[in-house]
């Protein structure tokens, strides 16, 4: 969706931050002080650095239960007075579904990451979206909620497998797919299931909910597009009857056409910001929300973590921010935790953090004249994403869905709609519907397994009426109003080898990030890539169907002269992209050098510091992590508490 109300220039901000304070801002005050050689500091039971859906659950929980704490945030909140008052339509573009990909290029909700796909410069210049000097956008969510606060609100469970497969290697049982579905039960409200529907929860703070049906009678062109060639899952034949993505049959490994479900309630984008927010005000004394506030260095003694270091207004500073303001660079403040740290920053910063204070390989500190505190090799490596394309056809005439649309101009038609549920169709009254204002606009999804997998289903194909092509600066501007989009999601690849490594011991530079795509990497059979191939022959064979091809134009992505195996595999080499980055602090089995964690979140080698974010996985799990890692957020939860309760010594102690 073409949104240029979006465009936030640096001047503009500026404008903005001088009239208004965003300096950082404290919500919750109450900390206890330390006495240390005299001098008083502010100490919390647990600091939280991220508040993104690894770290709002935890810090949520822990409040909940009674422990202080305080989450140190470097974006600012999303629906805040102060983001309000220099873009006064923030709060809009986060709220309304349909403008994910403005909330993505956002310069108030999101960080803008350039990372490399090949150490070889010419392979990494065929792409597309290569920006020369910088690498291949890479968005990051930088607010409270993270990049849930800006990601496409795609909701889907995870394959049991994933689990069980940590479980497996760490030999801890509670890591057990039974079990972890509890997890999703106990943070999931849904809106779209039977009361009775097994696998789902009702009462959490995440709402899920699915597309207006009648979407497909008022469009009979999607309805086409989205059902040409599917297939109807064997779950549906034993109880799956509303094709549920989330059912649990499907979470064993199920193929088909499924509905996809969006965190989404009340028909606007439903975050861990939200449960934080109100968490903060119902337990005002228990937490302390700190934004604009970028965390710089764990600190350690006696190789055990006591506290965080960090920076005030931080978030502006940090050169992944579009806002970059050089002025406020170098203020900093430290914070006690006396009981825990939580590292929750993602995979791209939280081995940058335990990297800069020194946890992680020797050499690569030494290089950067970082002291060591604990040589952890893992920290960095094993960075894992999905390979993800698209299939674009223009079609004969515009999609109508968006025909009446005129985003952020007075009286737009689909924004009534949106408000009022009622929807005006061709001289025939109205109907009951939201609009495509009201969704992500995902419309059709399938899952599907190629010859190369051995495991579980590893394809997810994605259909939605708009030109999307991947990452780039101004990608959310791209309109076409007459084109349809296969997106090909590659999952459960075979490698493992990319890496996040400092570019300096300066916190407020980005690492170096290289994903190390395919001959690269160290999936030495090709397989990922053939699979990824095969996927898009999938969609190429369901659009040639009747049903599809009465409304199509031609194929201009890749394009029909792209069509040899050869030819495929260059375009899947050349343009694939990812946006699940994870697995950067793995969780391993005591004897693997490379694990970073225990099955518990535990830091290795370093007492009192955990990491809850998407860097703890082993291997990537599902097709969409969000659900996965708000459950380990609630699992971490449940172990922290647990430890706190067990704890026979006052942690305060190693201070
Ligand atoms: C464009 C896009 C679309 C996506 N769409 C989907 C989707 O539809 N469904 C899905 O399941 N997944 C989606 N994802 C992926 C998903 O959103 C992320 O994998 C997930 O949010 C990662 O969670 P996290 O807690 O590990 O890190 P994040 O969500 O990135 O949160 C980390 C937080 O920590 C903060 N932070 C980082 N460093 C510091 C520091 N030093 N000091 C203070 N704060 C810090 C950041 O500002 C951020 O708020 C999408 C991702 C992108 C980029």
């Known amino acids: 969706m073409n949104l240029k109300k979006s465009n936030l220039s640096r001047r503009t901000f500026l404008k903005g931050a001088t009239a208004t304070s965003v300096s950082a801002g404290i919500v919750g005050a109450t900390s206890s002080s330390l006495l240390l050689s005299g001098c008083s500091f502010e100490t919390?039971?647990?600091?939280?650095?991220?508040?993104?859906?690894?770290?709002?659950?935890?810090?949520?929980?822990?409040?909940?239960?009674?422990?202080?704490?305080?989450?140190?945030?470097?974006?600012?909140?999303?629906?805040?007075?102060?983001?309000?008052?220099?873009?006064?339509?923030?709060?809009?573009?986060?709220?309304?579904?349909?403008?994910?990909?403005?909330?993505?290029?956002?310069?108030?909700?999101?960080?803008d990451f350039y990372v490399n796909n090949y150490d070889n410069d010419e392979q990494a210049r065929k792409n597309s979206k290569y920006v020369e000097g910088k690498g291949i956008l890479y968005p990051r969510g930088a607010c409270l909620g993270g990049s849930m606060s800006h990601n496409a609100l795609i909701f889907v469970y995870p394959h049991d497998s994933d689990f069980n497969e940590i479980s497996d290697i760490t030999g801890d049982g509670s890591w057990d797919a039974n079990k972890m579905r509890e997890y999703f039960i106990r943070m999931e409200?849904?809106?779209?299931?039977?009361?009775?529907?097994?696998?789902?929860?009702?009462?959490?703070?995440?709402?899920?909910?699915?597309?207006?049906?009648?979407?497909?009678?008022?469009?009979?062109?999607?309805?086409?597009?989205?059902?040409?060639?599917?297939?109807?899952?064997?779950?549906?034949?034993?109880?799956?009857?509303?094709?549920?993505?989330?059912?649990?049959?499907?979470?064993?490994?199920d193929v088909g056409k499924f509905l996809t479900p969006m965190h989404v309630g009340n028909n606007k984008r439903v975050t861990v910001r939200d449960y934080l927010v109100e968490t903060q005000e119902e337990y005002p004394d228990n937490l302390t929300i700190i934004t604009n506030a970028l965390a710089t260095k764990v600190l350690t003694r006696k190789k055990a973590a006591i506290?965080?270091?960090?920076?005030?207004?931080?978030?502006?500073?940090?050169?992944?921010?579009?806002?970059?303001?050089?002025?406020?660079?170098?203020?900093?403040?430290?914070?006690?935790?006396?009981?825990?740290?939580?590292?929750?920053?993602?995979?791209?910063?939280t081995p940058q953090l335990l990297k800069l204070s020194g946890?992680?390989?020797?050499?690569?500190?030494?290089?950067?004249?970082?002291?060591?505190?604990?040589?952890?090799?893992?920290?960095?490596?094993?960075?894992?994403?999905r390979y993800e394309?698209?299939?674009?056809?223009?079609?004969?005439?515009?999609?109508?869905?968006?025909?009446?649309?005129?985003?952020?101009?007075?009286?737009?038609?689909?924004?009534?709609?949106?408000?009022?549920?009622?929807?005006?169709?061709?001289?025939?009254?109205?109907a009951s519907y939201h609009g495509p204002y009201a969704s992500n606009v995902v419309l059709a999804t399938r899952i599907a397994k190629s010859s190369e997998s051995t495991g579980m289903p590893d394809l997810f194909l994605v259909g939605l009426p708009a030109a999307f092509s991947g990452y780039f600066p101004g990608f959310s501007q791209v309109s076409s109003p007459n084109r349809w989009t296969w997106l090909v999601l590659k999952a459960h690849n075979k490698n493992s080898a990319g890496t996040v490594k400092l570019r300096s011991a300066s916190p407020l530079d980005t690492p170096i990030i290289n994903f190390k795509y395919f001959e690269e990497g160290n999936d030495g059979s090709g397989s990922d890539l053939r699979a990824?191939?095969?996927?898009?022959?999938?969609?190429?064979?369901?659009l040639s169907l009747p049903e599809a091809n009465q409304h199509i134009d031609k194929e201009v992505i890749p394009g029909a002269q792209v069509y040899t195996q050869q030819d495929l595999?260059?375009?899947v080499r050349n343009e694939a992209w990812g946006h699940h980055a994870s697995c950067t602090c793995k969780i391993g089995s005591d004897d693997d050098p490379m694990a970073v964690l225990d099955s518990r979140f535990r830091v290795r080698g370093v007492k009192k510091l955990r990491v809850v974010d998407a860097s703890a996985f082993p291997k990537l799990p599902g097709f969409?992590?969000?659900?996965?890692?708000?459950?380990?957020?609630?699992?971490?939860?449940?172990?922290?508490?647990?430890?706190?309760?067990?704890?026979?010594r006052r942690y305060s102690e190693v201070i």
């Not at 968006?402 to 109205?430: I, K």
Request: aromatic residues 8%; charged residues 20%.
């Open 44 to 111: 919390y039971d647990y600091v939280v650095v991220g508040a993104g859906p690894g770290g709002a659950p935890v810090a949520a929980n822990l409040a909940r239960a009674g422990y202080t704490v305080a989450i140190i945030e470097a974006g600012l909140d999303p629906k805040g007075t102060d983001v309000e008052q220099i873009d006064s339509t923030v709060t809009t573009i986060y709220n309304t579904p349909v403008f994910f990909t403005a909330t993505a290029e956002h310069p108030l909700l999101s960080w």
């Open 189 to 253: 409200n849904c809106t779209y299931c039977d009361v009775d529907a097994t696998g789902h929860g009702f009462d959490g703070y995440i709402s899920s909910s699915v597309v207006e049906n009648i979407t497909y009678d008022l469009f009979p062109d999607i309805n086409d597009l989205s059902n040409a060639g599917a297939i109807i899952p064997s779950s549906f034949y034993v109880g799956n009857e509303i094709l549920d993505i989330n059912h649990p049959l499907v979470a064993e490994g």
């Open 307 to 349: 506290g965080i270091e960090y920076m005030v207004e931080g978030g502006f500073s940090y050169s992944a921010n579009k806002l970059s303001i050089d002025a406020q660079k170098g203020v900093k403040k430290v914070i006690y935790a006396s009981k825990e740290v939580i590292l929750s920053g993602g995979a791209f910063n």
């Open 359 to 385: 946890i992680g390989p020797a050499e690569e500190l030494a290089t950067h004249g970082i002291e060591v505190i604990c040589d952890l090799p893992g920290v960095g490596e094993n960075l894992q994403d």
């Open 389 to 430: 394309v698209t299939i674009g056809v223009d079609l004969k005439e515009d999609l109508e869905i968006f025909s009446n649309c005129q985003a952020f101009q007075a009286d737009d038609p689909c924004l009534t709609s949106y408000l009022s549920g009622e929807w005006e169709t061709d001289g025939n009254g109205t």
């Open 532 to 542: 990824v191939v095969e996927g898009i022959k999938m969609v190429r064979e369901s």
């Open 569 to 571: 595999e260059d375009f």
């Open 624 to 648: 969409f992590p969000i659900t996965s890692i708000l459950m380990i957020s609630e699992k971490a939860s449940d172990v922290i508490i647990e430890d706190a309760k067990n704890h026979n």
